[in-house]
């Protein structure tokens, strides 16, 4: 078995490839979302 065979048992792989490499994106928008958040806040204190 392929290192793709731990993401999904499809034959294309594809989608939920991207799914997963999307997945990552739209944890690092938090992060950066929730760490300009927090600086705005001290900024104004």
Do not use: C, F, P, W
Not at 11 to 30: S, W
């Amino acid at each position: 078995m392929s290192s793709l065979s731990q993401y999904t048992e499809s034959k294309n792989h594809k989608k939920l490839i991207q799914r997963h490499i999307g997945e990552l994106y739209v944890e690092e928008a938090e992060h950066l979302r929730h760490s300009y958040d927090i600086k705005q806040i001290s900024l104004e204190v």
